[in-house]
């Protein structure tokens, strides 16, 4: 059965296009299907978004050959703060998590880069490999899996053909849905706030987590005296604050990001995200795999939504290279089970730390504050406990793919 490219990868924003690069290596053709118009991706101006890349991420991107093009505009993460308490309180213990990367040997626990610079290093990587084809402004209305590939049906009308399909279309993934995949999880009664705010004091590459009951604060450094803010607030004080104008929304924001960097004012745009846990229940069907916040959609307190998924990206683009390299079907059952194996238990245990941690912060029950504060004192006096926490923090943990271990 002839196909039009061996990866049909439904979902254009990072992971899908980082999926394209890696399998490209291995001689494997993609079509990148999205939504969006082609100029409305290649937008190159500053909106607020940025991204908190572990230093295993790093490496994968300077592997498909992506990071020299966006490293100028990286902040390196040199140091981590952690912390509890209450808006206009500061802090309300002496106990804190202090996490330096001059503790382990391989360099900053990771880098600050905007959306904007990572996204327009994609699209340009992608356009310049062969093996590649983007369709921009598409919407995939059906897809069907038999044993010699699977069609998927434009709404243009048109129609593409492949060895496997890509679900790389985000947490409402219409792939998922397609394919009849169930999904489990729970909304948080959380809204994260999501802005960058240029600030008059120097951030020196520290990145701050400050937990408040009604959800934790993180000031992330960005290039210059700037750094990205996600502000998890109750779904009803998310929603007062988003519709405050920008003064009023700043004067919300100050007593809980204190005066430590002195005068602050906002940068771009505002944006919110609803904050729930679902995880497909199966990242696996015939022909079918899912990356990505299609896979697995967590709460963003330890800023690993797209580690997870570019490590879903490397394990995927390895499984499906080592059986091309064995002459199998690389869209076979047997090769698909073995990214689910793969990744499952990684993404399920990631996903139960970032819940627990969440419930267990998110809160102000005297009881649990002690407990949490000592406990943080406690991983912060044990050198080789705290070295273990920045590893995982920089992504160097668990079964890494080829492509992350440098």
Not at 248 to 271: K, N, T, V
């Amino acid at each position: 059965m002839k196909h039009d490219a061996d990866l049909l990868i439904v979902g254009g924003g990072l992971n899908g296009p980082a999926l394209a690069l890696a399998a490209a290596r291995d001689g494997l053709s993609s079509i990148v299907i999205d939504a969006l118009p082609k100029a409305r991706m290649e937008a190159g101006d500053f909106d607020g978004r940025s991204y908190a890349l572990a230093m295993s991420s790093v490496r994968l991107l300077r592997n498909l050959g992506v990071w020299d093009a966006v490293a100028d505009n990286a902040q390196p993460m040199l140091e981590i703060k952690v912390s509890d308490g209450r808006a206009g309180e500061g802090p309300l213990s002496p106990f804190m998590l202090h996490f330096d990367h001059a503790e382990i040997e391989e360099g900053p626990m990771g880098h600050m880069l905007e959306d904007r610079y990572l996204r327009l290093a994609l699209l340009s990587a992608v356009d310049d490999n062969p093996l590649i084809s983007m369709q921009n402004d598409e919407n995939v209305i059906a897809q069907e899996a038999n044993p010699q590939g699977v069609q998927i049906k434009l709404e243009s009308s048109g129609a593409l053909s492949g060895r496997v399909l890509i679900g790389a279309d985000g947490r409402r993934s219409g792939t998922v849905e397609r394919a009849g995949i169930k999904r489990t999880g729970w909304d948080y009664g959380q809204t994260a706030l999501v802005c960058a705010i240029a600030h008059e004091k120097p951030h020196h590459g520290v990145a701050h987590q400050f937990f408040m009951p009604p959800g934790p604060l993180a000031i992330l450094p960005l290039p210059g005296n700037r750094s990205s803010i996600v502000w998890s607030e109750t779904h009803a004080n998310a929603a007062a604050f988003n519709a405050l104008d920008e003064d009023a929304y700043m004067q919300m924001l100050r007593p809980r990001f204190g005066d430590f960097l002195g005068e602050i004012s906002l940068e771009g745009q505002r944006f919110t995200y609803p904050l729930n846990l679902t995880i497909a229940n199966s990242f696996v069907a015939e022909r079918l795999a899912l990356i990505g916040d299609a896979a697995h959609g967590m709460h963003p307190i330890a800023g690993q939504g797209l580690n997870a998924g570019l490590r879903d990206v490397g394990a995927l683009a390895q499984v499906m290279g080592d059986a091309k390299r064995r002459g199998e079907d690389i869209g076979s059952t047997f090769v698909l089970d073995r990214y689910q194996e793969w990744r499952r238990f990684d993404t399920a245990t990631l996903a139960a730390a970032t819940d627990l941690t969440n419930k267990v912060f998110s809160n102000d029950n005297p009881l649990l504050r002690l407990v949490r504060d000592v406990g943080m004192g406690a991983v912060n006096a044990v050198p080789a406990l705290r070295r273990t926490f920045i590893r995982e923090a920089a992504g160097l943990t668990g079964d890494l793919p080829d492509l992350m271990r440098g």
